[in-house]
């Protein structure tokens, strides 16, 4: 299968690979996001973009490709647990490590 032209993958053998890919393919990471956004446990989840911050020290940037939703996360969507609104409900993200800036640890 042909993967779309902005699809892209890492492999994450340690952190000097990564970020010599990085730089020989001069890599420009997204500035935008989008995510399934809860509003009220009476309407359904909204896909909605919105701007990426500017990484701080000691921050990456995470493409995430599945996120789980918990029995809260499904108590929170049928209103019997309240959460500040709007949310992006999920937990335990599994992802691709897109860009870091001055990680010295991870």
Do not use: W
């Not at 990085?22 to 935008?32: A, D, S």
């Not at 939703?69 to 108590?75: K, T």
């Amino acid at each position: 299968d042909k993967l779309p032209s902005n699809e892209f993958f890492i492999l994450v053998i340690d952190r000097s690979f990564v970020f010599g890919i990085l730089k020989r393919c001069e890599f420009q990471p997204p500035n935008h996001s989008t995510a399934a956004v809860f509003h009220s446990p009476d309407l359904p989840l909204t896909l909605e973009s919105f701007p990426l911050p500017v990484l701080r020290t000691g921050e990456a940037l995470v493409r995430i490709r599945c996120a789980t939703l918990c029995a809260s996360d499904l108590h929170t969507l049928r209103g019997r647990r309240p959460a500040p609104t709007p949310s992006i409900l999920g937990h335990e993200m599994v992802g691709d490590i897109v860009t870091a800036n001055d990680v010295s640890d991870y």
